[in-house]
């Protein structure tokens, strides 16, 4: 890592991690009695950790000038191996919060392991932690190998994934403390939403940079996809975290807007965090990595474009269907609704043109269980886009608001859709980077895809059973017009619904945990394999009818 960095670049590593350890330094001192104090600890730790490590090989010999025809993926290959790692993480914690629903002793008597406190964890180690390491890995991969260019320097996309993973530690940790902003997505605190402004700041100037670098002159659509999730993000992020510090000692902050105001920003931010983390980054994952897998050009490319103009305009309007019976005017819940049936067409688009892509590759469907993971994540994306279309309408959102139902489509989205491709695309990537044949078990590739798709499966119909079943004894009067059923006698019916749904994620789970055995086993055999089979790793100088067409 470090010997790949030139000495310039070694220098300004040095800067950077002294400035992070005095800003740590100051965090710990101005809040010695406060949670800040211990995230200035963290910080302060992890820049001195770091610094030795940069250190200790400071003065190795400067890289060759022959690295630059060669594409530089070792933050990718780091950020897979995080990225699993944060899967098993999440998905753990996840499983403890499903079990604390029908066990609730499970807490042990302990603040830190109450639902409110671990649930954050869960969300976001999975979302953000997981995902967000898998969007930034395939997405140095992806660029590189579409543009024919290679990374514009050795030291951005290791402060981005690093800076990233830190912000995330910090997140996790400060949920477990008590520490939130109460916001959906977006419960770490003011001084952590700094810091990642910065971060994703840094990662969208290496994308501009190093397409203003290429040698492809046709800016493939995988690219449009991940800019889109890079771009919105930020500007999302920066609007709904704006908030005044308690002061600088303590890590509570009082956001800027208020009442309704405040409702509509987070749920602005938090769709459009499903619509363009969630959704644009990882359409950018598939865009490339099943069309590979397959050995077929997409089925339409126009579709394609259509596609991503339709999801980047339409989900912008689409976050207030998330308030409907609320204080929110009633033409602004009208407008969501509206805008929310109108996104099933380019969800529907992205999602028939993948399966589509399929045609005359379903023997391939059938043999490889990678590709497989990545048909059935089309699949479950076209369910879960029909779901949230049909939720929006407020005479079935008068049904399913504040039950299980939400839930279970959330999961049919994140678990479904949003994991599915991401195993499949890391499945597909380790072998490529690695310079491996195959897995180290295609076995137990095998073996997680049917864990992954049993648990998603027992999951999702658990929570749609255990939500309309809520909101029908939420909505039951008896003959004198009063409430049939108290809150208790459906918290009691629930019960088996929980059990079911903490047995579906424990199935998920053991499926995640098959996987990263296998990345990491793949990782240590590498050395019995010289090159893989259909590597795209090209050399950057390498002739434009070479890249592996993808349109």
């Given at each position: 890592m470090v010997a790949s960095l030139t000495m310039s670049e070694r220098r300004m590593a040095v800067v950077i991690l002294?400035?992070?350890?005095?800003?740590?330094?100051?965090?710990?001192?101005?809040?010695?009695?406060?949670?800040?104090?211990?995230?200035?600890?963290i910080a302060l730790v992890v820049s001195i950790g770091l610094a030795f490590f940069v250190m200790s090989a400071f003065y190795s010999p400067a890289p060759d000038a022959e690295r630059l025809t060669r594409y530089y993926d070792d933050p990718t290959k780091v950020g897979i191996v995080l990225a699993m790692a944060w899967a098993v993480i999440g998905m753990f914690v996840g499983v403890w919060v499903a079990a604390l629903l029908a066990w609730p002793d499970l807490t042990f008597d302990a603040a830190w392991a109450s639902f409110g406190r671990l649930r954050p964890v869960h969300t976001s180690g999975v979302i953000f932690g997981f995902g967000g390491n898998a969007l930034i890995a395939t997405s140095f991969h992806v660029l590189q190998r579409t543009s024919r260019a290679r990374?514009?320097?050795?030291?951005?996309?290791?402060?981005v994934l690093i800076g990233y993973n830190l912000f995330c530690v910090v997140g996790a940790s400060g949920y477990l403390l008590g520490v939130t902003q109460s916001k959906e997505y977006a419960e770490p605190e003011w001084y952590a939403d700094i810091w990642l402004t910065i971060v994703w700041v840094v990662y969208f100037f290496i994308y501009i940079r190093t397409l203003a670098r290429r040698k492809e002159p046709h800016i493939y659509v995988a690219n449009w996809y991940y800019m889109a999730f890079i771009l919105v993000v930020a500007v999302l992020h920066i609007v709904n975290n704006l908030a005044v510090p308690v002061s600088f000692g303590h890590a509570k902050s009082y956001s800027l807007y208020?009442?309704?105001?405040?409702?509509?920003?987070?749920?602005?931010?938090?769709?459009?965090?499903?619509?363009?983390?969630?959704?644009?980054?990882?359409?950018?994952?598939m865009y490339y990595y099943l069309p590979k897998r397959a050995d077929r050009p997409i089925f339409s490319y126009r579709l394609s474009i259509i596609s991503f103009w339709g999801i980047t305009f339409m989900y912008m309007w689409a976050g207030s269907h998330h308030l409907h019976y609320t204080a929110l005017p009633q033409w602004v819940q009208t407008l969501g609704m509206t805008f929310s049936l109108v996104l099933l067409v380019p969800s529907w688009a992205s999602a028939g043109n993948a399966l589509a892509t399929l045609n005359g590759a379903w023997h391939k469907v059938r043999d490889d269980a990678t590709l497989r993971f990545m048909m059935v994540a089309a699949v479950f994306y076209g369910l879960a886009t029909f779901e949230g279309s049909f939720m929006a309408i407020r005479a079935v959102n008068s049904l399913s608001h504040y039950t299980d139902w939400t839930v279970g489509h959330v999961h049919a989205g994140a678990l479904g859709w949003v994991a599915m491709i991401s195993f499949g695309s890391i499945y597909a990537l380790v072998p490529w980077m690695w310079k491996r044949k195959a897995m180290y078990s295609p076995g137990l590739v095998e073996v997680h895809f049917w864990l992954a798709l049993s648990g998603t499966i027992v999951y999702v119909f658990s929570m749609w059973n255990s939500g309309i079943i809520q909101g029908l004894m939420w909505r039951t009067y008896n003959e004198n017009g009063t409430l049939a059923y108290s809150f208790l006698d459906t918290v009691v019916a629930m019960h088996p619904y929980y059990i079911a749904r903490t047995f579906g994620g424990l199935l998920f789970l053991a499926?995640?945990?098959?996987?990263?055995?296998?990345?990491?086993?793949?990782?240590?055999?590498?050395?019995?394999?010289?090159a893989a089979e259909g590597d795209p790793d090209l050399p950057v100088s390498a002739p434009a009818g070479a890249f592996p067409a993808a349109e």
């Open positions: 002294v400035a992070l350890a005095l800003c740590g330094l100051t965090m710990a001192a101005a809040g010695r009695a406060d949670p800040l104090g211990v995230h200035g600890f990374l514009p320097d050795q030291l951005s996309p290791w402060f208020s009442g309704v105001q405040d409702a509509m920003t987070q749920w602005w931010y938090g769709h459009n965090a499903v619509a363009f983390f969630l959704t644009a980054g990882f359409l950018g994952m499926g995640a945990c098959v996987g990263f055995f296998n990345v990491v086993m793949t990782i240590r055999s590498a050395h019995a394999e010289a």
